[in-house]
């Protein structure tokens, strides 16, 4: 198998940004075998999406689907449009940086062509505890009372991180309106509580571990 690095860019080239962001994640990122979770449960499989998100095009693509993603839901435009993205750090981190640059790119290139530009998501950071120093600060970057906030995380399977960053946004006076996550394990529990802590805000996965398992296993037994 290639090094993350040296993926061809050549099939990322031919698909819109969603479908070349799960053939990624199922070349670079899945992995069969036998993991101990962070819950302390087995599986016979791992995702590791920061192997993806951090990752020169897999963190391209990661903004532009999640965006897509939201475009269609009507949460970039109109009085409740998201004004920035955050998450739990370290999972949430590099797709933070990549939608709120996207955005930005977006933007840019709308301005050039003399169009609309669309809206700018600036980003957050959650940490795990408050700074014991400095300001004491649990959330880093954008903080502003009253703003419509999306939440990000890359794995969904208990739901906790997501939960955390979902606590911390209103904590600090912040709207959230949606919660995205890379990939649902579609276990443990995870999507049930996500959805009443979000108490009724979109929680939207852009892939099930089923979908990233079934292209994982398509491109190995196209190579054979």
Same mark, same amino acid.
């Not at 962070?38 to 791992?46: K, Q, V």
């Given at each position: 198998?290639?090094?993350?690095?040296?993926?061809?860019?050549?099939?990322?080239?031919?698909?819109?940004?969603?479908?070349?962001?799960?053939?990624?994640?199922?070349?670079?990122?899945?992995?069969?075998?036998?993991?101990?979770?962070?819950?302390?449960?087995?599986?016979?499989?791992?995702?590791?999406?920061?192997?993806?998100?951090?990752?020169?095009?897999?963190?391209?693509?990661?903004?532009?689907?999640?965006?897509?993603?939201?475009?269609q839901r009507g949460?970039?435009? =109109? @009085?409740?449009? &998201?004004?920035?993205?955050?998450?739990? +750090?370290? !999972? %949430?981190?590099? /797709?933070?940086?990549?939608? *709120?640059?996207?955005?930005?790119?977006?933007?840019?290139?709308?301005r050039l062509a003399?169009?609309?530009?669309?809206?700018?998501?600036?980003?957050?950071?959650?940490?795990?505890?408050?700074?014991?120093?400095?300001?004491?600060?649990?959330?880093?970057?954008?903080?502003?009372? =009253? @703003?419509?906030? &999306?939440?990000?995380?890359?794995?969904? +399977?208990? !739901? %906790?991180?997501? /939960?955390?960053?979902?606590? *911390?946004?209103?904590?600090?006076?912040?709207?959230?309106?949606?919660?995205?996550?890379?990939?649902?394990?579609?276990?443990?529990?995870?999507r049930p509580v996500?959805?009443?802590?979000?108490?009724?805000?979109?929680?939207?996965?852009?892939?099930?571990?089923?979908?990233?398992?079934?292209?994982?296993?398509?491109?190995?037994?196209?190579?054979?």
């Amino acid at each position: 198998m290639e090094a993350p690095g040296l993926v061809t860019l050549e099939i990322m080239d031919s698909q819109p940004s969603i479908d070349a962001l799960r053939t990624l994640l199922a070349t670079i990122s899945f992995r069969l075998g036998s993991f101990t979770l962070s819950s302390g449960a087995t599986s016979d499989y791992y995702i590791d999406c920061r192997t993806t998100t951090l990752h020169a095009e897999g963190g391209r693509l990661t903004g532009l689907a999640i965006l897509e993603t939201l475009r269609q839901r009507g949460l970039l435009d =109109g @009085a409740a449009a &998201l004004e920035a993205v955050g998450g739990l +750090t370290l !999972g %949430a981190d590099p /797709i933070v940086s990549n939608v *709120a640059t996207a955005s930005a790119t977006l933007a840019h290139a709308a301005r050039l062509a003399g169009e609309q530009p669309g809206s700018l998501l600036h980003g957050f950071l959650v940490r795990k505890a408050e700074k014991t120093h400095g300001t004491g600060r649990r959330i880093e970057g954008f903080c502003k009372p =009253g @703003a419509n906030v &999306l939440i990000v995380d890359d794995v969904c +399977t208990t !739901g %906790a991180s997501t /939960i955390t960053a979902i606590e *911390a946004a209103r904590e600090a006076g912040m709207h959230v309106r949606a919660v995205v996550c890379l990939v649902e394990r579609q276990e443990a529990n995870g999507r049930p509580v996500v959805e009443a802590a979000a108490g009724g805000v979109p929680f939207l996965a852009l892939f099930t571990a089923n979908d990233v398992r079934a292209e994982h296993l398509r491109l190995h037994s196209t190579a054979e």
